[in-house]
């Protein structure tokens, strides 16, 4: 039982590249999310999807877009990745239901040059 | 705007000794109020957390105390272990019927010293 996968776990952009994060989650959770956490700064979150075929803009969307691409999978997209975007992001679900835990992955390591 | 403030930013205790975590919040529509315990290299995991109906929750040596005219809540480690050392995320959830957004706190890190 794997819970919350993340990939890559590293990658290293160079400014204005884009990039695809991709998370799969296989708890059958309705919610899924993506934070990014940065020195100092907690987890912020950057977009939701609470169920499948819906998904809105969390504290920090800018710069960043997403895919509900079913049940299982949540999909992250820098379209011209800057250097403000360095940071580990972390994507996690949580089952339907008010006060059900949100369930983290490992993070994926984003380093923009 | 911080929603949700934690302090202190890093904490040295001793083997044995009692860790004390704070954190306060503004917003009356919170509900829900989760810490979370993350070791380097991983992703944050889901400690222990408290409803503003109750005062106070304890789970082994863990222990939440919440303080709702204060609004503020704070995490308490008893007999604190060096398997401890981590950082310790608080949170507060403003959620609808189905799911929740979580606001967090900018992280403490905890280091007990052997």
């Known amino acids: 039982n794997a819970g919350v996968t993340q990939t890559p776990k590293f990658q290293v952009l160079k400014t204005g590249q884009s990039m695809t994060l991709q998370c799969a989650q296989d708890m059958n959770h309705n919610s899924m999310y993506w934070y990014r956490q940065d020195p100092g700064m907690g987890l912020r979150l950057i977009y939701y999807?609470?169920?499948?075929?819906?998904?809105d803009k969390g504290e920090v969307p800018n710069g960043y877009n997403v895919s509900r691409l079913n049940k299982r999978e949540f999909s992250l997209r820098l379209e011209s990745a800057a250097p403000s975007q360095t940071s580990v992001y972390f994507c996690a679900s949580s089952e339907w239901g008010s006060n059900q835990p949100q369930h983290f992955g490992d993070g994926t390591r984003l380093s923009i040059l | 705007q911080q929603q949700v403030k934690q302090s202190p930013q890093s904490l040295i205790v001793q083997k044995g000794g009692i860790s004390i975590i704070n954190c306060a919040y503004e917003n009356t529509a919170f509900d829900y109020f989760p810490w979370y315990q993350q070791f380097p290299g991983k992703g944050p995991a889901l400690l222990i957390a408290?409803?503003?109906?109750?005062s106070e929750k304890k789970e082994g040596r863990f222990t939440i105390s919440f303080n709702k005219s204060a609004k503020q809540f704070s995490l308490h480690i008893m007999d604190s272990q060096p398997g401890d050392s981590a950082t310790y995320f608080c949170a507060a959830r403003k959620g609808n019927s189905g799911y929740s957004t979580l606001t967090f706190g900018k992280g403490t890190m905890l280091l007990v010293s052997p």
């Open positions: 408290i409803r503003p109906d109750v």
């Open positions: 999807s609470a169920s499948e075929g819906t998904t």
